[in-house]
Nanobody, 123 residues
């Protein structure tokens, strides 16, 4: 069972950048589909980006061209580089994993979650 710990959240002005990190307890990236999710106040949790065992990525339309998911296998760390941040990106961001390295282009079925890190973007 993998454990995930996010870091890197904070407060930034619109147009700024942040990089979120997700440290995994084991080498996961060859056997798990990894993802980033977010939940804004009063809204449902939504998928942000996926990374499968082949290194293929998928980004939600709302963040495409601004956010990039990546990994460092040696460091057992997943990243989310966030550029050109907007106030509507304000949310708690979660790292997650699901069994099976193939994501199937789906944000469903994730069984392992981190505790979340707050991102606040001011206008």
């Amino acid at each position: 069972q993998v454990q995930l710990v996010e870091s890197g959240g904070g407060s930034v002005q619109a147009g700024g950048s942040l990089r979120l990190s997700c440290a995994a307890s084991t080498y996961t990236f060859s056997i798990y589909c990894m993802g980033w999710f977010r939940q804004a106040p009063g809204k449902e949790r939504e998928g942000v980006a996926l990374l499968n065992m082949y290194g293929t990525t998928l980004h939600a339309e709302s963040v495409k061209g601004r956010f990039t998911i990546s990994q460092d296998n040696d460091k057992k760390t997943l990243y989310l580089q966030m550029n050109s941040l907007k106030p509507e990106d304000t949310a708690i961001y979660y790292c997650a994993a699901k069994d099976g390295g193939y994501c199937g282009n789906s944000f469903r079925g994730f069984g392992y979650w981190g505790q979340g890190t707050q991102v606040t973007v001011s206008s």
